[in-house]
């Protein structure tokens, strides 16, 4: 049995020394470390990603916040502006509702007064045309004319008697 | 192989090129041939495979790191947070013993922990490193180790002896377990080989196909002795650094 062969046992052992300590420098010196690197920067690029999209995820659930907060300002802004502009207007409507009501009244007040001339003025009118024909009835019937205060007098009175 | 030829031949040490370190031999023999294609071959599969280190690593990265990742793993679930320093050594005689292993397998190569005294003195040096971490981590209470806690006093006598001999017998035991199986599955195929050729073709195609299973079985135990020379290095590390 070759391996019981006792004059090959220096040399195994030799070269088993020398090949194990060289592996061993190369594994421990090298390719351990260039591995637990490579491992490492993964988690760690992965951690970090991680990190990241909890931050990304928290800026936008601020965002979102500030949004609805500038949301329900607005609405309430505009629920301010909306009513400012109703009292605005049911202002306006009262002011041109007075000054429609004035301008009616003066209206009404001149319409009344232009009304009070004219039956003045016809009343004016019928009194002298009622002297003329009163005037002229006196004369065919009497031959004579009256003076003429005295026809005016006349119909003034019979004006003021009857109304 | 002509037939008739001794199994145990594929096993013989050839000396390549003779060299003498005083009066010992040291000769570059087909052993050491295949000691330093392991390590060349070992250093380029993780040097090469990890030369553009990438973040979504390819197939040969993935290997690379996937040893790593198992040996890492298997020392720590062993040995704890401790044996993180012991991590390039352990890994060293995993790669070692698995990859000497796997060129064993090729047809006409020499597998170098079939020997006996190349399995024994990797054996013997854990054996004597791990006793040596133990003593100076724990001074003379490493002792304890033969006295496992809560066994009666009167049990000592007994107990203390069985616990020496296990703990002796150990580089024995991590060694034999090795050459053994290396040296059984090559000779095993020696065998069946020379059937195939003292059969011929009449019926020489059966131990040829029991020959193809075998190999199969024993490229899983090329790595299943690698494994489990790694593991009870990492437990006797560990009885070491904590005393069961």
């Known amino acids: ?163 | 192989m002509a037939a008739g030829q001794s199994p145990l031949a594929q096993f013989e040490i050839k000396t390549l090129i003779p060299m003498q370190l005083g009066n010992i031999d040291v000769s570059f023999t087909n052993s050491s041939t295949f000691m330093v294609l392991t390590v060349l071959t070992t250093s380029l599969f993780l040097i090469l495979g990890m030369r553009r280190s990438q973040l979504v690593p390819g197939r040969w990265q993935s290997m690379a790191e996937l040893s790593y990742i198992f040996i890492a793993n298997l020392v720590r679930d062993t040995v704890g947070s401790q044996g993180r320093p012991y991590f390039p050594f352990i890994f060293t005689i995993f790669m070692f013993v698995l990859v000497g292993n796997m060129w064993g397998m090729i047809p006409y190569s020499f597998t170098f922990t079939s020997h006996i005294v190349v399995t024994f003195a990797m054996a013997g040096v854990i054996f004597v490193g791990v006793t040596i971490i133990g003593i100076v981590k724990h001074k003379l209470h490493f002792l304890t180790i033969f006295m496992p806690p809560g066994v009666p006093m009167y049990m000592a006598p007994l107990l203390i002896p069985i616990e020496i001999i296990s703990y002796l017998s150990r580089p024995i035991s991590l060694s034999v377990r090795l050459f053994a199986n290396m040296l059984a599955g090559h000779t095993l195929l020696k065998v069946f080989a020379g059937f195939v050729i003292s059969l011929g073709i009449a019926a020489g195609w059966l131990p040829l196909l029991f020959i193809v299973a075998l190999t199969g079985l024993e490229i899983v135990i090329a790595f299943l002795q690698a494994f489990v020379f790694a593991i009870l290095t990492c437990l006797y590390l560990n009885d070491a650094l904590h005393l069961h």
């Not at chain 1, 052992?13 to 592996?23: E, H, S």
């Not at chain 1, 003329?132 to 119909?155: F, K, N, Q, S």
């Open chain 1, 1 to 163: 049995m070759p391996q019981l062969d006792i004059s090959t046992f220096p040399s195994q052992i030799f070269w088993l020394v020398i090949t194990f300590i060289a592996m061993f420098l190369i594994m421990w010196r090298i390719s351990v470390p260039k591995i637990a690197d490579a491992l490492e920067a993964r988690q760690k690029r992965i951690s970090d990603n991680l990190g990241r999209a909890e931050d990304i995820k928290k800026e936008a659930e601020a965002a979102i916040e500030a949004y609805e907060a500038a949301l329900a300002e607005a609405r309430a802004e505009a629920q301010t502006a909306v009513a400012e502009a109703s009292a605005a207007l049911l202002e306006e409507q009262h002011a041109r509702e007075a000054e429609l009501a004035e301008t009616l009244k003066k209206r009404v007040a001149e319409s009344e007064a232009g009304i009070a001339a004219a039956v003045n003025e016809a009343v004016q009118s019928i009194r002298d045309v009622a002297a003329e024909v009163a005037i002229a009835a006196t004369e065919r019937l009497a031959g004579e004319a009256p003076g003429g205060d005295d026809a005016t007098r006349a119909v003034d009175a019979v004006i003021k008697a009857r109304g």
